[in-house]
Nanobody
Framework: QVQLVESGGGLVQPGGSLTLSCVAS????????MAWYRQAPGEQRELVGG????????NYNDRVKGRFTISANNAKNTMYLQMNSLKTEDTAVYYC???????????WGQGTQVTVSS
């Protein structure tokens, strides 16, 4: 099994920056890829972006492209989400997700709140 723990959420002003971390533990060698999702109140959970651990290929939701960057430090079993130029509409609970081989079953963290407000 794989466990995921997010951290780094908080309150930030519009235009500010924040970095989220997701630490994976357990059977980490079974992880195929990782991703960040977010869910705002009253809305469905949406994909922010993801990364393949084999080659660090990343993809992003158009709403965050150019502002957010996903990276991974395999030595630390950690994935990061660097968020710049934050907007009020980025306010949400951010969740870490891992796809587990061979079935690509999803594993989730507990989420971390990001609030963008003046």
């Amino acid at each position: 099994q794989v466990q995921l723990v997010e951290s780094g959420g908080g309150l930030v002003q519009p235009g500010g920056s924040l970095t989220l971390s997701c630490v994976a533990s357990g059977n980490i060698f079974s992880i195929y890829g990782m991703a960040w999702y977010r869910q705002a109140p009253g809305e469905q959970r949406e994909l922010v972006g993801g990364i393949l651990l084999s080659d660090n290929y990343t993809n992003y939701n158009d709403r965050v492209k150019g502002r957010f960057t996903i990276s991974a430090n395999n030595a630390k079993n950690t994935m990061y989400l660097q968020m710049n130029s934050l907007k009020t509409e980025d306010t949400a609970v951010y969740y870490c997700n891992a796809q587990i081989k061979p079935t690509m079953a999803a594993t989730w963290g507990q989420g971390t709140q990001v609030t963008v407000s003046s």
